[in-house]
Every structure is written in C-alpha cells, then in structure tokens.
C-alpha cells in the first residue's frame, strides 16, 4: 500500500519540477523574435566574461595595502594639538630635587637617636 | 553532572571563606606600625617592671621581637621598591634584612619555649645585641639607599650638563658672552664630582658592618662617618643644582 502512494508523489513531484523549468526557459529564453530560447556554450561563455568583467572590484586584503610608514607625522593630529612646550632641562631640574628628597629622607632615618633604642 | 555542580559550588564557598578567614588573620597579626614602632611595648615594659614573670617576660620579648618585625618588614618593602639603589646592593640589603628576620624568629621560639626567668632575660636581651636592628640594619639601609642615590644622581647631572653645554654652544654662537654661564656649569660638574667620590666608598664599608662590630665599638664610627659624608653630599648636590639653574639664568 506504501509503494504505489510514495510512486505517485515521487511522479508528481517530478511532473511539477519539469513544468516549473519549462515555464522558467519560455520566460528566460523570451519570445521567438529574441532568438532561440537555448543558450549555446560560447554565449554561455561570453556571459560569463562579460559578467566577471562587470562585477565590482574586490576590496583589497590588507596584504595588498602598503603599509603607511609608521614615522608619517598626522597631517591633523600636529595641526590641531598644540607642541608641549616643557623645558626639558625643567624636567632634569625636578629629577635632582626628587634624588635630594630621597637622600634627606635617608638621612633623616639614618639616625639611630631618632628611632626608638634597642 | 549533579553531583559535580554542588561540588564545585562547595569549593567555591570553601574557597571564598579561606581568603576571608585569611584576610582577617593577616589584619589580626599585622605588626604595628611605625619606622621602629616606639613605644609599642610600653604596656609590656611595665608589666615586667611591676613583676617579672614568665608570662611578663615572654610578652615583652614576643612585643620587642614583633616591633622589629614591622621595621624589617618596612625595610624590605623599601629595597625592593628602590629606583636608586644598585641591584647588588640591593641583593645584600635584602639578605641581611632577611637573616636578621629568620634569627629573631629562631629567638622568638626560643622565647616562647623558655620557661626559667634568667634564661629569659637573657633571651631577651638578645633581641638588641645579636641584631641591632635599630642602631645598625636600619641605618646601613638609609645610609647605603642615600649613597647609591648620590651615585644615581650623576646620570640626571650629566643630561644637565649635555643640555647647558649645547646652550652655551648656541649663546656662544650667537655671540653673546658665555663666561658666566660656562663658569657655573664648571662648578656643577666639580660639585657632583665631588658628591660622587663621597657616597662611591661608602656602600662598600657599610655593607658588611654586623651587630658583633656594633657592639665591638668598630660599626660606630662608619656609621657616623658615612652619615657626615653623605650630608656633605647632598650639599654639594643642592649646589650644583644651584648651579644648572644659575648657567641657565645666565644665558637668557
């Protein structure tokens, strides 16, 4: 009882993909007056040339860019972000002022009558 | 997979309560604070006066020892977070703080083993004169940390120097008279020079100081010699930047 129903689907399923491709050519192919509805391999072809040649330009990967130079100064960032202007003998200054702090701390805690006695 | 989710849930309580449990140890046994924690050990100095016990005893020893503890603990933070002192130096400070730590701790099991009232005393007079943490770590780690910053201080006097000598060189070029400023950068350089050959020698003779020269009376004098170089140091350093600062003035 399986057999002849799964038949009958199989043949219906069939008989309405070949319908449904036939009516896509009559559409695909047009009329008589654009020639023949089939398509030959050298048209086939031709198409395809024509429509690799058509198609947008891939973005390049980045291994096809050439990498800016890592130096290259921004032509907005300089402009629009004023030079610090520290002196850097200012900077040299306050190192000195902080090792002198450091050794006058030392000091300081150097002296064993200003820490409680054994 | 049941079983699995209670399990891992467990460990993660277990977990969370061991580092709350050891969280609130660590802040119940921190030593008390201070460079020597003076007077710390008041309560227990009076106990032992008012009647010298064992209990008396072994407390102030445990106080004396635990003081020093945090001074040595202070100690070792500021080697190890020093820019200036020489990795070597460095090395040796944190040994000795470290052999210090580990005797006292010996003393301190000692102490709390010790059930005689003489052996007792004497444990603890121990904790000054087998380490004199005090009158000689303390001071051989600022006095060697003053020394190396001395040391380190001629790398910045000498970008100083780099600086003020390519200023003159463009004054000079200029044609304005640099007499003044070449003047005062000499005197810098002299001043630093001198600071440098005072504080070289010094890391060297503290270093190796022990309790035994302390108590020896030898241990003393470096100390006090080291601790008068150093200040004629840092004068000389104060006066050479004086100096960078006048040659600076002098070019403008």
Same mark, same amino acid.
């Given at each position: 009882?399986?057999? /002849? ?24 192919? $047009?009329?008589?007056?654009? $020639?023949?509805?089939?398509?030959? /391999? ?8 024509? !429509? ?7 973005? /390049? ?10 130096? &290259?100064?921004?032509?907005? $960032? ?5 030079? !610090? ?7 040299? @200054? ?8 450091? =050794? ?10 200003? #820490?409680?006695?054994? | ?32 604070? $201070? ?9 227990? &100095? ?9 209990? %008396? ?19 070792? #933070? ?13 090395? &040796? ?10 005797? @006292? %701790? ?26 004199? +943490? ?16 001395? =040391? ?15 200023? =003159? ?26 600071? +440098? ?21 030898? *241990?003393? /004098? +470096?100390?006090?010699? *080291? ?26």
């Amino acid at each position: 009882m399986k057999r /002849p129903v799964s038949s009958i689907t199989r043949l219906t399923a069939m008989a309405l993909l070949v319908g449904v491709a036939a009516m896509g050519c009559a559409r695909h192919g $047009g009329g008589a007056a654009n $020639g023949p509805t089939s398509s030959t /391999p050298a048209v086939e072809a031709a198409r395809t040339e024509t !429509a690799a040649t058509l198609a947008p330009t891939p973005a /390049p990967t980045t291994a096809d860019v050439t990498p800016a130079p890592s130096d &290259a100064t921004p032509s907005t $960032g300089s402009s629009s972000v004023p030079a !610090a202007t520290t002196d850097p003998l200012d900077t040299l @200054l306050s190192n000195t002022d902080a090792l002198l702090n450091g =050794i006058d701390s030392s000091l300081s805690g150097s002296d064993a009558s200003a #820490s409680a006695g054994e | 997979m049941k079983t699995r989710i209670p399990a891992l849930f467990a460990g993660l309580v277990l977990g969370g309560s061991l580092l709350l449990v050891s969280a609130g140890v660590a802040t119940a046994v921190t030593p008390p604070s $201070g460079p020597s924690g003076k007077g710390v050990c008041t309560t227990e &100095a009076a106990a032992v006066k008012a009647g010298a016990s064992v209990t %008396t005893l072994r407390a102030m020893g445990d106080c004396e020892i635990n003081r020093r503890f945090a001074t040595l603990d202070q100690l070792a #933070s500021r080697v190890s977070g020093s820019k200036t002192l020489t990795s070597s130096d460095a090395a &040796a400070l944190t040994a000795e703080i470290g052999s210090t730590k580990s005797g @006292l %701790t010996s003393l301190k099991a000692t102490i709390d083993a010790e059930t005689s009232i003489p052996a007792l005393r004497a444990d603890i007079v121990k904790i000054a004169t087998d380490y004199r +943490v005090y009158v000689l770590v303390v001071p051989q780690v600022n006095l060697v940390s003053a020394a190396d910053a001395v =040391i380190a201080s001629q790398t910045v006097f000498s970008k100083i120097n780099t600086n003020l000598t390519a200023r =003159i060189a463009a004054a000079k070029a200029a044609g304005k008279d640099v007499t003044a400023a070449q003047a005062d950068l000499d005197k810098m350089n002299a001043a630093v020079t001198a600071a +440098v050959g005072l504080a070289s020698p010094l890391p060297a003779a503290l270093l190796p100081l022990t309790p035994a020269q302390y108590n020896g009376g030898t *241990a003393g /004098p +470096v100390l006090t010699g *080291a601790r008068t170089a150093l200040g004629q140091a840092r004068d000389q350093l104060k006066a050479a930047r004086a100096d960078a600062k006048a040659c600076r003035d002098a070019l403008k």
